[in-house]
Each structure stands twice: as C-alpha cells, then as structure tokens.
C-alpha cells in the first residue's frame, strides 16, 4: 500500500474540512491491514458523535486511495485518532473473553450483540489465534446491521432442526462499537 498517497489524501482532507493535526502514522499491520493513527488537539471533533465523523473520513480515504491506485476493491485502512480505535479494539476483545468463559461455564451457546464486520472479524480473529481460547468456535449470523457472532464451544455437536437458540447477551458493552 502506498503510504505516501494514503498520508497525502487525508492531510488534504483534513485541511480541507479544517482539522488540526499534529501527525499523521501510517504503517502496515498483519493480514493486509494499514493502520493511520492520528493526532490531533481535535481529537473529539475528528472523531465525532460516537465514530461518524471518524468512519466518514476513512471512507473517503480508502475510496480515494482505491480510485486513483485503480484497485478493484477498497484497501482495508483503519483511521484512529489518539488511540481511540484501538480501545474500542480492546474492549471488543476483553468482552469476547468475558463471554467466552460464560460459554464455558454453561455449555451453552452466546450471541453476542450486533456489530460492524470490522469488530466482528477481530472477535474472529482474537478467537482464533488465542490459545487460551482454542476449545472456543465462532460464526457470524443474521443480516445487514443484526449480523453478530455467535461463540461456542468446539466440541457442542450441530443438531439439524432441534439445535438450540443461542443464549442472546444483553448489556454485553458492546451496542455502541462506533466502526
């Protein structure tokens, strides 16, 4: 990924909406993600009423980025002002365990609430490559914004037509994930 173009795009969106800004990181992480930290004296203005204006600006970014590197599909670039992403990253990732030690205390299947692709594929993700969680299996289900993950153990066996509801979590902390 062209770094030089990704920090360019969004210093001149910044400047344009007038935004200021300290500095801008851009570096390459694991499974093809690139990550833009920002910061800024601004930061709660940059990041808007729970992520809007955050998310808004990475939308341009990468649909900027994708226009004129004449990509097929938009890059996968995380915007983050002064860490913000990255707690909410966190706190996705501390809840998964909470709910992965209720599954394994009750046998029984949890959904958790619905959230965005983007924190549904780090629970997947987190699950996946924890070894503490290795008994521990998810799966996205539902559609459009009631897609959420379903957490179970490994071993509970699929039965056709009579398989249980998954138990639905309530006040989990994560109905105001702002990606």
């Avoid at 570096?27 to 920002?38: F, K, L, W, Y």
Wanted: hydrophobic share 40%; glycine share 6%.
């Amino acid at each position: 990924m062209n770094s030089t173009l990704i920090e360019d795009t969004l210093r001149q969106l910044l400047a344009f909406f007038d935004f200021k800004v300290d500095g801008i990181t851009v570096s390459a992480e694991a499974d093809g993600i690139t990550r833009v930290d920002v910061a800024s004296p601004e930061a709660s203005r940059l990041i808007g009423w729970h992520g809007e204006t955050l998310n808004a600006l990475q939308h341009l970014v990468k649909s900027i980025v994708r226009t004129k590197e004449k990509l097929e599909r938009s890059p996968f670039i995380v915007l983050d002002v002064d860490g913000y992403r990255r707690v909410q990253e966190d706190k996705v990732r501390r809840i998964a365990e909470q709910k992965a030690d209720f599954v394994r205390r009750t046998g029984s299947r949890i959904a958790l609430s619905p959230m965005s692709p983007y924190f549904r594929r780090i629970v997947h993700l987190h699950v996946a490559n924890t070894p503490a969680l290795a008994d521990l299996t998810t799966e996205s289900v539902g559609e459009g914004e009631y897609r959420q993950i379903v957490m179970r153990l490994k071993e509970e066996k699929i039965r056709g037509s009579d398989e249980l509801s998954p138990v639905i979590a309530q006040d989990d902390g994560l109905e105001n994930l702002d990606v």
